[in-house]
């Protein structure tokens, strides 16, 4: 009896690893179509979180030099800023009176 429970244990074992075997070959061929896959996705399109670090740099950047350039920006004169209203009403009167015609809305 002990000798036909061996054999079984033995037989057994041998299943085992034959499954093992064949489980590690499927999972270094499934991790090398990863690889694969994953290079060429890399290729035609990049990643969101690359892209957002980009634009959080960009922004990051933006801010830098707007803090720059308010620091280095000198003071208008007081009648360099009454002739640039008076040029911005103006502007704006002659935009208005162009474009009242054009925003009619016909109701049938």
């Known amino acids: 009896m002990s000798n036909n429970r061996v054999e079984q244990l033995e037989s057994t074992v041998a299943e085992l690893e034959s499954t093992v ?3 590690t070959d499927e999972l270094i ?7 694969v896959l994953e290079a060429e996705l890399d290729a035609e399109t990049p990643t969101r979180v ?3 670090r980009r634009q ?3 922004v990051d950047a933006g801010e830098q ?7 280095e920006t000198p003071e208008a004169a007081p009648d360099d800023v009454a002739k640039a209203a008076a040029d911005a009403e103006e502007d704006a009167t002659g935009d208005e009176a162009e474009d009242s ?3 009619d809305i016909i109701v049938a």
């Open 21 to 23: 075997e064949g489980l």
């Open 56 to 58: 959080e740099e960009t």
């Open 29 to 35: 061929e499934a991790k090398e179509r990863i690889r």
């Open 50 to 52: 690359p892209e957002r």
């Open 101 to 103: 015609g054009s925003d």
């Open 65 to 71: 030099a707007d803090e720059e350039a308010t620091a």
